[in-house]
């Protein structure tokens, strides 16, 4: 079965990190391009980060960069996010979706999500 | 970075009703363009690719049209389960931003 299930998520107080978890089954991940897209409380849906199939080309949006990091273990087939100096605005379910290419295209499967609070 | 807009920002509609979304983009994506349903509660779901291909297992009453920086999603027989914000989405290059989502209910 084709899935993609996000863990990781929690509250989390103002200037902490964390770290989201995405495991993939049912697909060869290592042929796949994999996004993070955020979607705070509400409101729409935001990019955060792509990581090619390879792991050796890594795109963030503007709103995360040199806060977040994007990286994957392909064994593990997981894919991973690194959040540091969290703020309220990171508040969001955070679902990892898979690319249909191998390098920045339509996103085709999605996690359910996880939700990410950031609150004192 | 291209912006993306979408009008209307919500609509209501009768079943049966034929509705459509457009999508506008700052500057021109070619057809690298994707839409999205999210249904109330739920995970999005791709419906539309390269403009105008329809996703596997999507219904053929949905349909895309456009290039280059004006874009259409078009429901051509509005069903109750069709009830969703529906966005739309670049994919030429990083950042893959999203439209502002248009929220779609019925009358």
């Known amino acids: 079965q084709v899935q993609l299930v996000e863990s990781g998520g929690g509250v989390v107080q103002p200037g902490r990190s964390l770290r989201l978890s995405c495991t993939t089954s049912?697909?060869?991940?290592?042929?796949?391009?994999m996004h993070w897209v955020r979607q705070p409380p509400g409101k729409g849906l935001e990019w955060v980060a792509l990581i090619w199939y390879d792991g050796t080309n890594k795109y963030y949006a503007d709103s995360v960069k040199g806060r977040f990091t994007i990286s994957r273990d392909s064994p593990k087939n997981t894919l991973y996010l690194q959040m540091n100096s969290l703020t309220a605005e990171d508040t969001a379910v955070y679902y990892c979706?898979?690319?249909?290419?191998?390098?920045?295209?339509?996103?085709?499967?999605w996690g359910l999500g996880t939700l990410v609070t950031v609150s004192s | 970075d291209i912006q993306m807009t979408q009008s209307p920002s919500s609509l209501s509609a009768s079943v049966g009703d034929r509705v459509t979304i457009t999508c506008r983009a700052s500057?021109?994506?070619?057809?690298?363009l994707a839409w999205y349903q999210q249904r109330p509660g739920t995970v999005p779901k791709l419906l539309i690719y390269a403009a105008s291909t329809l996703q596997s297992g999507v219904p053929s009453r949905f349909s895309g049209s456009g290039s280059g920086t004006v874009f259409t999603l078009t429901i051509s027989s509005l069903q109750p389960e069709d009830v969703a914000t529906y966005y739309c989405?670049?994919?030429?290059?990083?950042?893959?931003?999203f439209g502002p989502g248009t929220k779609v209910d019925i009358k």
């Open positions: 979706a898979r690319d249909a290419s191998f390098s920045g295209d339509r996103f085709d499967l």
């Open positions: 989405q670049k994919y030429n290059s990083a950042p893959f931003t």
């Open positions: 500057q021109g994506l070619g057809n690298n």
């Open positions: 049912g697909f060869t991940f290592s042929r796949y391009g």
